[in-house]
């Protein structure tokens, strides 16, 4: 597991950043919705955040979706990480 974490933390961190750019919002904007620091969403977006499962769910309602939707495709993108 300790090799894979790097991949989904970087997977995760593209998911959330595409679905903040669909929605045409900054990081700051999205921090404001989720009830989180712009700083820590940054660091999600980068891979260096390992959020918790309460802040995949702010994440989450921040984007206006359901934290599953927001993970559906984490293995996929993780498998294409090198």
């Known amino acids: 597991m300790d090799e894979a974490k790097p991949k989904i933390l970087t997977a995760l961190g593209y998911l959330v950043r595409r679905h903040r750019t669909e929605l045409g919002i900054s990081q700051e904007e999205l921090g404001l919705r989720a009830n989180l ?12 955040r ?3 499962l309460t802040a995949l769910v702010s994440l989450a309602v921040g984007l206006g979706i359901n934290v599953s939707l927001l993970l559906e495709s984490l293995e996929i993108e993780a498998d294409r990480i090198q």
């Open 50 to 52: 390992n959020p918790s």
């Open 37 to 48: 620091d712009r700083t820590y969403i940054s660091g999600v977006e980068r891979g260096v």
